[in-house]
């Protein structure tokens, strides 16, 4: 009920809406829909309320709340149903817990903080309070595990668009995943499989979009790798809008890979991509190899051309960009 | 169909001058072929398909007769002849990576593995991920056992279809 009153105000915008046309069309007291405005107010509304002419919304809260990632999203199953908190230890934790409960494809889990964000490999991810975009989304594609991976790049690339339509920024793809703009770390992604050997039971895609931290707000362990939306551009950015942005490409992107395959995304992907034709370092925990990022194959694969011109298959590792005054030395 | 009747029926086919025999009931195809070379059919070749599995080979086996009413039962359950949980030499099973990746034992570097030999797993205990561009799949045990062997290196990269773990069956 109360999105329903929030929903007629943001019709009614920017006239007023009186209490007996909310009363008519929702079939309510006056009373209830006088408590539901105070309800908005405490979530941050502003709502001006004035006799004989009705309510009016004037202020909408930097809050991702369901209704506002609703409100206008060109989807049809991306980001449809929303799992929304204030805090939250990990949204892939959360996400995973409702994916074995047997939520719809498409569930969105996103937080304003995360306490527990995680990166790969136990990694810590900085998540502060409605600073950024802190979710994750469950997908049940009818796939192979073998055929599954590249999923991570396709995220990438959903959200390389979003920056670029509700932020005007582009960022560069780090193979597989990470999104950068000036060389520091502005997205990361971490994908979490769930199958069996012939079929994918569930997939999480976990994604951090550092948006609204200023500069000076990152702990110091990551000032000098880190960078946000606003550290880029100097402006805020509206974080509702970007994640409706990333939704929709998502959405676009998956739909396109389950009919067509991974290839349509690989193109996309070469264009946001920071790391072909490069000197590259790839470190793994046992080895490490150094060469020339060559090209991507069908499975996602990275292709390095080693010093000695033999070719090396990478399917994980950190990828280390070589200073481009290095780059004259493979 | 049912595991006794399938039983019966290998026996019926093992004690007669069948050399093959293709049965259809109830969305469960049974062929029994006797090998030609082996004097007075003393293996037998045994395949089950089912309508929803496609077909499952079950292998080469010893006269049927040998077979206890356990391992009939292994044969026979569709599920039990998934890639990831073949009978290995020993009667151990062992887990198989479903993809193409890095094999990591423990959730992150400085953690305590998830499992170390001679552990005794659940069936659905993590026991390793394998990660592939980012993405991470935390392997579950398809069986309550005991931890024999672990096949792989922390760090090394797998293929598909390659062995990670040999696990007693308990």
């Known amino acids: 009920m109360r999105d329903k009153i929030l929903e007629l ?19 309510v007291s006056r009373t209830a829909v006088w408590k539901h405005i105070q309800s908005l ?13 009705g309510y009016r919304l004037i202020g909408v809260p930097d809050r991702l709340y369901p209704a506002e990632i609703g409100w206008g999203l060109k989807t049809s199953f991306m980001g449809r149903h929303v799992h929304y908190c204030e805090r939250l230890d990990s949204t892939n934790r959360l996400a995973r817990e409702l994916a074995a409960r047997g939520v719809p494809e ?13 990166g790969r490999l136990g990694r810590g991810w900085f998540s502060p309070y409605a600073k950024g975009i802190w979710c994750s989304l469950i997908l049940r594609p009818s796939l192979s595990p073998l055929d599954a991976p590249p999923l991570t790049m396709l995220a990438a690339v959903a959200v390389a668009e979003a920056l670029q339509r509700a932020a005007g920024l582009k960022p560069g793809i780090k193979w597989p995943n990470d999104l950068l703009a000036g060389g520091r770390k502005l997205c990361g992604i971490l994908t979490e499989l769930d199958a069996e050997v012939e079929k994918v ?40 809008r970007l994640l409706q942005e990333m939704l929709a490409a998502l959405e676009y992107w998956y ?20 790391t072909l034709g490069r000197a590259v370092l790839v470190t793994s925990h046992r080895e490490s190899y150094e060469g020339w990022a ?12 080693l010093p000695g011109g033999q070719r090396q298959k990478i399917c994980s590792g950190e990828v280390s960009l070589r200073p481009l005054h290095d780059q004259g030395l493979i | ?28 195809k049974v062929a029994i072929r006797k090998s030609a070379s082996g004097s007075a059919g003393k293996k037998a070749d045994i395949t089950l398909d089912t309508s929803m599995d496609g077909l499952v080979e079950i292998g080469e086996f010893l006269s049927p007769s ?18 990831e949980a073949q009978n290995g030499t020993n009667g151990l099973l062992s887990v198989r990576s479903p993809l193409v990746g890095t094999f990591y034992r423990a959730p992150a570097p400085d953690a305590p593995p998830f499992v170390q030999v001679g552990d005794v797993v659940q069936k659905g205990q993590v026991l390793c991920i394998i990660e592939a561009m980012k993405m991470m799949n935390e392997i579950e045990s398809e069986f309550s056992g005991r931890i024999v062997d672990i096949l792989v290196e922390n760090g090394q990269v797998v293929e598909y279809g390659q062995e990670l773990f040999l696990i007693q069956k308990m």
Request: aromatic share 4%.
């Open chain 1, 9 to 27: 105000l943001k019709q009614g915008q920017p006239e007023y809406v009186s209490g007996e046309a909310i009363c008519q069309r929702l079939g």
């Open chain 1, 41 to 53: 107010r405490s979530m941050g509304y502003e709502i001006e309320a004035v006799t004989n002419a």
């Open chain 2, 66 to 83: 040998c077979l206890s009413q356990e391992e009939v039962k292994e044969l026979c359950v569709p599920g039990a002849a998934k890639p």
């Open chain 1, 201 to 240: 039971n569930h997939l999480i895609v976990g994604i951090g979009v550092n948006v609204n931290i200023a500069p000076g707000e990152f702990p110091p362990d990551l000032a000098e790798t880190a960078t946000s939306v606003l550290a880029v551009t100097g402006r805020r950015a509206s974080r509702v």
């Open chain 1, 255 to 274: 739909l396109r890979w389950q009919k067509e395959g991974f290839s349509p995304v690989l193109s996309r992907w070469k264009e946001y991509s920071v």
């Open chain 2, 1 to 28: 169909m049912n595991l006794q009747e399938i039983k019966e029926l290998i026996k019926l086919v093992d004690q007669s001058a069948i050399a093959e025999l293709s049965l259809e009931a109830a969305g469960v």
């Open chain 1, 106 to 118: 498409g569930t969105l889990v996103v937080a304003e903080e995360q306490t527990g964000g995680r």
């Open chain 1, 294 to 305: 060559e090209d991507v194959d069908e499975s996602g694969s990275l292709i390095l051309r």
